[in-house]
């Protein structure tokens, strides 16, 4: 038996080290290409000491190298020459010679298996298949399954993000699952890279990057059914005969090596298999298991979808992608897919800044599913942006989930909703989505997801069923959504989501489009519009803003909504009226909300953020008008903070402050107001002590005069002193007015 660990000779050191070297790489990096949490195993890996063998072979992978030339093995004894020779001579299949059938067979298989796994076809733009290799990108599993543990609503809510998954769940490298295990039931929901993994393991397999000593076989499970029927013959012995025949392999080898546990057999698509068959296929699998328990096993099957325990066997999940693993598919995605690889690595980088992106936050939370996360790159790749109109993007997730990810494959489900036809199915998951979501639930139990569908079967159908009926119906429905979709997800026992929050939001958002009359529509319209200063509502919002034929009313009712936060506060009236009265005084070259919103941030809460920002992005190029009356705010805040705590560095710093003839315009009356109040000003000369006096003694009568000086020459108040209530009321009405202009496809000002 092999050891389980191994290290690099001094040699394969040197070979690793000049590889790590040209791919540029930190050894962080690295350990996240193999799914490490820390760079320990790395470090290890390039000092010659020893290491988990599954890891040693996958940084050899990563690298490129053969692990083989690269491990420190012990010295073999001589080899007999007339042994060798004898062999050559016939491939017998006793005990002695097994190892030498492995080596004829994988031989013979791996042009099959290289052609079989080696490539992988999109459906989303690209003609051409990709090569596996290129783009594949090291997977996590869940040690415990999900929809099996035993939480309460309570124990899932996150309120801190929008993912609805739980962070703090155990992964562990998938390849360490598959090394630890014989015999492996690997669960996943559809999209989340179960084939694409099964696929690398066959091709490390045939390449000796891992379980070198055994051939693999890879059998698409629908496949294996069509196969079986034109047969006669659902046993998987009869399958690997036909299949090997085709490689000069007898079934006597075929036996051999199966006694001697040197078959890898890869089961792709437990769930695929059409409902007549599942008790055959369930039973030839296990009785396979059992008879040939020495060879490792590894199924793959949609995590809803497994309804039989297989003895012996390990059960794990496969996880979402975390943020590391996203960003290497999406550097290999648009390096593969490129002309070159200057070009790939600058889509890439622009694609992964732009997810960063405060407004794509609901985009950043699908791409934690593979098979969404490539639509998302796909549809980057054109214009390298995102679409302005997200339900786009979320309808074409839907489709792939719904119809298309299934149909490419040519999989043929049995549950059909019970002859419910695509718009049905679409009207009642956004049935499910909008009654939760108003309720601000995110997590549901079993109970209230059949209650829901059976109303809308109700209410939906010509004909009675009665309240037994209507229950199983609605039983079978709620696991056709969830074995066929994947939309809902058991996150633990009795407790169900949507796999995104994305599309419970996108869903809620068409059911109040598709109200059936103009009345209904606006009545709902307006509910919403009243939710404008509710982040829980926000994506909902900007997504009907871009569905809607024409979003004229929403937009007013919106509109609406924000006036009437400040409308009930006279002060606050006066405040807007004033920053619309400084504004027309204004001839600039900019819109006059853009104004507004510069005013409305330098004056609102003495918080210069929104100016700042302006003047750092604008510095030479902005208006006379905004640049001096950034600057006198900006010396004037420093005034007062002197007043409330005086120090020496202040003072200089606002003395620094007050220099502005350099770069700024002045009326002639304000030029001599402001020189009148600097030559009030102690001389910094006399000392610290007599400056600190000076403040204390003459600083509020002074603060006083810049405060007339600015308003008289400037027609600049500085003198609001809102209360915190109002400051929150200030804040919510400029955000909304912000979040306004996002729904509008506007680009906010800051």
């Given at each position: 038996m092999a050891k389980r660990s191994l290290k690099a000779s001094p040699s394969g050191i040197d070979k690793a080290k000049k590889a790590f070297e040209r791919t540029g790489w930190t050894q962080e990096y690295l350990a996240a290409e193999v799914g490490l949490s820390t760079r320990q195993s790395v470090w290890k890996f390039f000092k010659g000491k020893p290491i988990e063998r599954y890891i040693f072979i996958d940084l050899c992978f990563q690298l490129s190298l053969d692990w083989q030339d690269i491990a420190d093995f012990p010295p073999l004894p001589p080899r007999d020459d007339s042994l060798q020779q004898q062999s050559t001579v016939s491939i017998a299949t006793t005990a002695p010679d097994w190892d030498?059938?492995?080596?004829?067979?994988?031989?013979?298989?791996?042009?099959?298996?290289?052609?079989?796994?080696?490539?992988?076809?999109?459906?989303?733009?690209?003609?051409?298949?990709?090569?596996?290799?290129?783009?594949?990108?090291?997977?996590?599993?869940?040690?415990?399954?999900?929809?099996?543990?035993?939480?309460?609503?309570?124990?899932?809510?996150?309120?801190?993000?929008?993912?609805?998954?739980?962070?703090?769940?155990?992964?562990?490298?998938?390849?360490?699952?598959?090394?630890?295990?014989?015999?492996?039931?690997?669960?996943?929901?559809?999209?989340?890279?179960?084939?694409?993994?099964?696929?690398?393991?066959?091709?490390?397999?045939?390449?000796?990057?891992?379980?070198?000593?055994?051939?693999?076989?890879?059998?698409?499970?629908?496949?294996?059914?069509?196969?079986?029927?034109?047969?006669?013959?659902?046993?998987?012995?009869?399958?690997?005969?036909?299949?090997?025949?085709?490689?000069?392999?007898?079934?006597?080898?075929?036996?051999?090596?199966?006694?001697?546990?040197?078959?890898?057999?890869?089961?792709?698509?437990?769930?695929?298999?059409?409902?007549?068959?599942?008790?055959?296929?369930?039973?030839?699998?296990?009785?396979?298991?059992?008879?040939?328990?020495?060879?490792?096993?590894?199924?793959?099957?949609?995590?809803?979808?497994?309804?039989?325990?297989?003895?012996?066997?390990?059960?794990?999940?496969?996880?979402?992608?975390?943020?590391?693993?996203?960003?290497?598919?999406?550097?290999?995605?648009?390096?593969?897919?490129?002309?070159?690889?200057?070009?790939?690595?600058?889509?890439?980088?622009?694609?992964?800044?732009?997810?960063?992106?405060?407004?794509?936050?609901?985009?950043?939370?699908?791409?934690?599913?593979?098979?969404?996360?490539?639509?998302?790159?796909?549809?980057?790749?054109?214009?390298?942006?995102?679409?302005?109109?997200?339900?786009?993007?979320?309808?074409?997730?839907?489709?792939?989930?719904?119809?298309?990810w299934d149909r490419s494959r040519g999989i043929e489900r049995d549950l059909a909703y019970y002859n419910l036809t695509l718009a049905d199915k679409i009207k009642l998951l956004s049935q499910i989505a909008a009654v939760n979501f108003e309720q601000g639930n995110y997590f549901f139990e079993t109970e209230q997801l059949l209650q829901t569908i059976a109303d809308y079967l109700a209410t939906s159908s010509d004909f009675y069923r009665d309240p037994e009926t209507l229950r199983l119906d609605s039983e079978a429905i709620l696991r056709a959504i969830e074995v066929q979709h994947g939309l809902l997800i058991e996150r633990a026992r009795g407790i169900y989501s949507f796999s995104h929050l994305t599309f419970q939001e996108y869903l809620t958002a068409r059911k109040i489009v598709s109200s059936p009359n103009a009345e209904e529509l606006h009545h709902s319209l307006q509910q919403l519009a009243s939710q404008i200063t509710n982040p829980q509502w926000r994506e909902v919002i900007i997504l009907i803003a871009s569905m809607l034929p024409n979003a004229d009313y929403f937009m007013q009712q919106l509109q609406n909504q924000v006036n009437s936060l400040l409308e009930q506060d006279n002060q606050l009236q006066e405040f807007l009226q004033f920053i619309n009265q400084k504004t027309q005084t204004l001839s600039l070259p900019y819109k006059p909300a853009a104004v507004r919103a510069f005013y409305f941030s330098l004056f609102h809460n003495r918080d210069l953020n929104l100016a700042i920002a302006i003047d750092s992005r604008l510095a030479k190029v902005l208006p006379k008008d905004l640049a001096l009356d950034l600057a006198l705010e900006r010396a004037f805040d420093m005034a007062l903070s002197l007043l409330n705590n005086p120090d020496i560095k202040q003072i200089l710093n606002f003395s620094f402050a007050l220099e502005f003839e350099s770069n700024l315009v002045f009326s002639p009356d304000l030029k001599q107001a402001l020189d009148t109040l600097k030559q009030e000003l102690p001389d910094p000369a006399q000392g610290k002590e007599h400056l600190l006096t000076w403040w204390s003694t003459n600083g509020d009568d002074w603060v006083n005069k810049f405060r007339r000086a600015i308003d008289k020459y400037r027609y600049f108040n500085v003198s609001w002193n809102f209360n915190s209530e109002q400051q929150e009321l200030l804040n919510k009405y400029y955000l909304s007015n912000q979040f306004l202009l996002q729904c509008l496809g506007i680009e906010p000002l800051c």
């Amino acid at each position: 038996m092999a050891k389980r660990s191994l290290k690099a000779s001094p040699s394969g050191i040197d070979k690793a080290k000049k590889a790590f070297e040209r791919t540029g790489w930190t050894q962080e990096y690295l350990a996240a290409e193999v799914g490490l949490s820390t760079r320990q195993s790395v470090w290890k890996f390039f000092k010659g000491k020893p290491i988990e063998r599954y890891i040693f072979i996958d940084l050899c992978f990563q690298l490129s190298l053969d692990w083989q030339d690269i491990a420190d093995f012990p010295p073999l004894p001589p080899r007999d020459d007339s042994l060798q020779q004898q062999s050559t001579v016939s491939i017998a299949t006793t005990a002695p010679d097994w190892d030498l059938l492995v080596t004829q067979a994988r031989s013979q298989l791996r042009g099959q298996i290289e052609a079989q796994c080696g490539t992988i076809q999109s459906f989303f733009e690209f003609a051409q298949p990709l090569a596996l290799d290129n783009i594949y990108t090291s997977q996590n599993v869940l040690t415990r399954l999900s929809n099996q543990r035993w939480l309460e609503i309570s124990d899932l809510q996150n309120s801190r993000q929008r993912s609805l998954a739980n962070p703090n769940i155990e992964t562990i490298p998938a390849i360490e699952a598959v090394t630890n295990h014989h015999k492996l039931m690997l669960l996943g929901k559809p999209g989340s890279g179960k084939t694409t993994f099964l696929q690398h393991l066959a091709l490390q397999c045939i390449r000796g990057n891992f379980k070198a000593d055994c051939i693999p076989v890879f059998i698409f499970l629908r496949t294996f059914v069509v196969q079986a029927q034109e047969c006669q013959d659902f046993s998987l012995l009869g399958y690997l005969e036909r299949f090997c025949h085709n490689y000069n392999l007898s079934l006597e080898q075929i036996t051999t090596l199966l006694q001697q546990g040197k078959v890898l057999i890869l089961l792709d698509g437990l769930d695929e298999i059409p409902q007549e068959y599942e008790q055959e296929i369930f039973q030839q699998i296990h009785k396979f298991s059992q008879l040939y328990y020495q060879n490792s096993l590894i199924i793959t099957c949609r995590l809803a979808a497994q309804q039989y325990r297989f003895h012996g066997f390990t059960y794990v999940e496969l996880a979402d992608f975390n943020p590391t693993q996203v960003e290497i598919f999406a550097q290999r995605w648009f390096n593969a897919t490129a002309q070159d690889a200057q070009t790939g690595k600058t889509k890439a980088e622009k694609f992964l800044e732009q997810l960063q992106d405060k407004n794509n936050q609901a985009i950043r939370e699908l791409v934690t599913t593979p098979i969404l996360l490539n639509l998302i790159c796909s549809v980057f790749q054109e214009r390298l942006s995102f679409p302005d109109k997200r339900a786009r993007l979320y309808q074409e997730g839907l489709d792939i989930l719904l119809v298309r990810w299934d149909r490419s494959r040519g999989i043929e489900r049995d549950l059909a909703y019970y002859n419910l036809t695509l718009a049905d199915k679409i009207k009642l998951l956004s049935q499910i989505a909008a009654v939760n979501f108003e309720q601000g639930n995110y997590f549901f139990e079993t109970e209230q997801l059949l209650q829901t569908i059976a109303d809308y079967l109700a209410t939906s159908s010509d004909f009675y069923r009665d309240p037994e009926t209507l229950r199983l119906d609605s039983e079978a429905i709620l696991r056709a959504i969830e074995v066929q979709h994947g939309l809902l997800i058991e996150r633990a026992r009795g407790i169900y989501s949507f796999s995104h929050l994305t599309f419970q939001e996108y869903l809620t958002a068409r059911k109040i489009v598709s109200s059936p009359n103009a009345e209904e529509l606006h009545h709902s319209l307006q509910q919403l519009a009243s939710q404008i200063t509710n982040p829980q509502w926000r994506e909902v919002i900007i997504l009907i803003a871009s569905m809607l034929p024409n979003a004229d009313y929403f937009m007013q009712q919106l509109q609406n909504q924000v006036n009437s936060l400040l409308e009930q506060d006279n002060q606050l009236q006066e405040f807007l009226q004033f920053i619309n009265q400084k504004t027309q005084t204004l001839s600039l070259p900019y819109k006059p909300a853009a104004v507004r919103a510069f005013y409305f941030s330098l004056f609102h809460n003495r918080d210069l953020n929104l100016a700042i920002a302006i003047d750092s992005r604008l510095a030479k190029v902005l208006p006379k008008d905004l640049a001096l009356d950034l600057a006198l705010e900006r010396a004037f805040d420093m005034a007062l903070s002197l007043l409330n705590n005086p120090d020496i560095k202040q003072i200089l710093n606002f003395s620094f402050a007050l220099e502005f003839e350099s770069n700024l315009v002045f009326s002639p009356d304000l030029k001599q107001a402001l020189d009148t109040l600097k030559q009030e000003l102690p001389d910094p000369a006399q000392g610290k002590e007599h400056l600190l006096t000076w403040w204390s003694t003459n600083g509020d009568d002074w603060v006083n005069k810049f405060r007339r000086a600015i308003d008289k020459y400037r027609y600049f108040n500085v003198s609001w002193n809102f209360n915190s209530e109002q400051q929150e009321l200030l804040n919510k009405y400029y955000l909304s007015n912000q979040f306004l202009l996002q729904c509008l496809g506007i680009e906010p000002l800051c």
